[in-house]
């Protein structure tokens, strides 16, 4: 589930914040084993507890995917 429907099933249905810190809890370790798989890093490699608070995972903004045929300078 993407961070944008999070928040609109929040906003539509209230009482159900109560819950969402055990079904955020609940959701880690398959979020954990699906990032392994979709990575192709292993799973150990992924922090074992969630590192990010449910308010911090759902305020997270990721960054803008560079425009598409332009290349990123990488690092050396």
Do not use: C, S
């Not at 009482?15 to 084993?33: E, F, S, T």
């Amino acid at each position: 589930m993407q961070q944008d429907e999070a928040q609109a099933l929040i906003k539509q249905h209230p009482d159900m914040r109560q819950h969402l810190p055990a079904i955020y809890a609940d959701a880690y370790p398959r979020a954990r084993r699906l990032a392994a798989v979709d990575t192709g890093v292993p799973e150990n490699r992924f922090p074992e507890i969630n590192p990010w608070t449910m308010d911090e995972a759902l305020a997270y903004l990721p960054p803008d995917p560079p425009p598409r045929g332009r290349k990123v300078a990488r690092k050396r």
